[in-house]
């Protein structure tokens, strides 16, 4: 069910001439996994960093 409706959105953001896409961690393989049995692809590596104020 939840791939469908991903498929779908995607289906939908291509169809208005866009890029769909999605994020997970470089360490989250299941993620990644689930990605590209959805068809998607690596497209870039990016660093997160998070700051604190102190």
Do not use: Q, W
Not at 21 to 48: C, M, V
């Amino acid at each position: 069910m939840t791939a469908c409706l991903i498929r779908a959105l995607a289906h939908d953001i291509r169809v208005y001439g866009e890029t769909p896409f999605l994020h997970a961690a470089a360490n989250n393989t299941t993620a990644i996994g689930l990605d590209e049995s959805l068809d998607f692809e690596l497209r870039k590596h990016t660093k997160f960093r998070t700051f604190r104020t102190p």
